[in-house]
């Protein structure tokens, strides 16, 4: 019975730490769903600790299945076999495996969430055309990026945006006839990032 006491805290143990460790990425893809942006950026201090929550939960589930698979003594034969209860199985386990992995690896795959806003821009004159570099504090992967360019794309008159969390940077190509840079720095700052300075 303490095996598998054991076991079970030890799978939901690597099963939180998995959550928590993509849980800087998924307030922005949460907050896309939803139609609100200012709390994206609520998680992203957990960042840093991303490397050891991946590291617990990796511990944690190695352990929960040595556990279940590690062979029985001789003295426990004898107890009457019960059907196990659902988090005894192997099912279970699995279940807990898979979806810590698919936890993990989000932050790589979380761009397929936000759908492509990208709008032909008509130019009318090169001239009005603008590039403006913000730098942006507060993204911590590609899902920040992702937000960061699916809001801007939101305004009239964008015609690129390119953001970067590893530089935290944005870089956002515009008609000055349409929108304005304080408009842009104002929907970046929507995201919950935040805007620090224009160049």
Same mark, same amino acid.
């Given at each position: 019975?303490?095996?598998?006491?054991?076991?079970?805290?030890?799978?939901?143990?690597?099963?939180?730490?998995?959550?928590?460790?993509?849980?800087?990425?998924?307030?922005?893809?949460?907050?896309?769903?939803?139609?609100?942006?200012?709390?994206?950026?609520? $998680?992203?201090?957990?960042?840093?600790?991303?490397?050891? $929550?991946?590291?617990?939960?990796?511990?944690?589930?190695?352990?929960?299945?040595?556990?279940? $698979?590690?062979?029985? &003594?001789?003295?426990?034969?004898?107890?009457?076999?019960?059907?196990?209860?659902?988090?005894?199985?192997?099912?279970?386990?699995?279940?807990?495996?898979?979806?810590?992995?698919?936890?993990?690896?989000?932050?790589?795959?979380?761009?397929?969430?936000?759908?492509?806003?990208? &709008?032909?821009?008509?130019?009318?004159?090169?001239?009005?055309?603008?590039?403006?570099?913000?730098?942006?504090?507060?993204?911590?992967?590609?899902?920040?990026?992702?937000?960061?360019?699916?809001?801007?794309?939101?305004?009239?008159?964008?015609?690129?945006?390119?953001?970067?969390?590893?530089?935290?940077?944005?870089?956002?190509?515009?008609?000055?006839?349409?929108?304005?840079?304080?408009?842009?720095?104002?929907?970046?700052?929507?995201?919950?990032?935040?805007?620090? &300075?224009?160049?």
């Amino acid at each position: 019975m303490k095996t598998e006491t054991t076991s079970k805290n030890a799978a939901y143990t690597g099963l939180f730490a998995a959550i928590a460790a993509s849980s800087c990425c998924i307030p922005p893809v949460i907050a896309l769903i939803a139609g609100v942006g200012g709390g994206a950026s609520a $998680l992203s201090w957990m960042e840093p600790f991303r490397p050891y $929550l991946i590291a617990i939960a990796v511990v944690a589930i190695a352990y929960a299945w040595y556990m279940y $698979l590690k062979p029985k &003594k001789a003295d426990d034969c004898c107890e009457v076999d019960a059907k196990p209860k659902w988090y005894q199985t192997k099912g279970f386990l699995i279940g807990v495996t898979l979806f810590a992995a698919v936890s993990i690896a989000f932050p790589y795959y979380s761009h397929v969430f936000y759908p492509d806003n990208k &709008k032909e821009v008509v130019i009318v004159s090169e001239s009005n055309v603008q590039t403006i570099d913000f730098d942006v504090k507060g993204m911590t992967c590609a899902s920040c990026e992702e937000h960061v360019k699916h809001t801007v794309n939101k305004l009239e008159g964008i015609v690129s945006v390119e953001a970067s969390f590893e530089n935290e940077k944005a870089e956002v190509k515009f008609d000055s006839t349409k929108t304005s840079k304080e408009d842009i720095e104002k929907a970046i700052n929507a995201t919950g990032y935040k805007v620090v &300075k224009q160049k």
